[in-house]
């Protein structure tokens, strides 16, 4: 039996998900996770041989969920689920590691086919804009590896730099200490091979990562 875990946080797309699936694939048993927290902690307890991720669910932050799932998972095949059909974001998921794109518009068909080429050891992408998408970026896909090592805590530091903030006005979003903050960035720029915050604020710029939502 095949095991997949469909990580979202729309309970309807994921009913959506699990009908497709159902019809092409009978012997199937699903899981399923609403953000990257719970995401982790299934993929922890099951044997799982394929995670559908959607990019934009609640603590993933664009590209991190999966950036931080091929850190602690590097086996796991992951197909990443998406409304935004762009090259430019499909080349950039590939380079990071995702064995395929499956876009929130996909037949039920086409969902199937994804998943079992997939498990087959392919990648797999729209045919209409698989011309479209670039080679593996060995840049980008360098960076990523380095971002995919960094915490949620630390990430979430990386992104506020990035948006120009001191430590005193990051740990208040967060909620932390600043010299909590000032452990991150030092971590952060360990970890990156960095050593100012215009070089963290360069990568973070590079990859195009989403900021997470500040207080109200």
């Not at 850190?71 to 499909?90: H, M, W």
Request: hydrophobic letters at 45%; proline letters at 5%.
């Amino acid at each position: 039996m095949v095991t997949l875990l469909i990580a979202d946080d729309h309970p309807l797309y994921r009913d959506a998900l699990r009908g497709a699936l159902s019809v092409s694939m009978p012997d199937l048993k699903l899981l399923e996770a609403g953000d990257l927290i719970s995401t982790v902690a299934e993929l922890q307890k099951n044997d799982v041989d394929l995670l559908l991720l959607d990019l934009h669910m609640p603590g993933s932050h664009d590209l991190f969920g999966l950036l931080h799932v091929r850190n602690r998972f590097p086996e796991l095949p992951v197909a990443v689920v998406s409304g935004t059909e762009d090259a430019s974001l499909i080349s950039k998921v590939v380079s990071a590691g995702a064995s395929g794109f499956i876009p929130k518009t996909a037949s039920a068909q086409d969902i199937g086919d994804a998943v079992n080429a997939i498990l087959a050891g392919d990648i797999w992408l729209p045919e209409a804009i698989s011309h479209e998408v670039e080679q593996i970026d060995e840049v980008f896909a360098a960076l990523a590896d380095k971002v995919s090592s960094l915490t949620p805590s630390q990430y979430k530091v990386l992104c506020y730099m990035r948006d120009g903030l001191l430590n005193k006005q990051i740990g208040y979003n967060l909620e932390i200490a600043e010299a909590t903050v000032k452990a991150h960035v030092t971590a952060i720029f360990k970890k990156l091979g960095i050593n100012n915050r215009t070089q963290a604020v360069l990568i973070a710029s590079q990859l195009e990562l989403e900021p997470p939502v500040t207080k109200a």
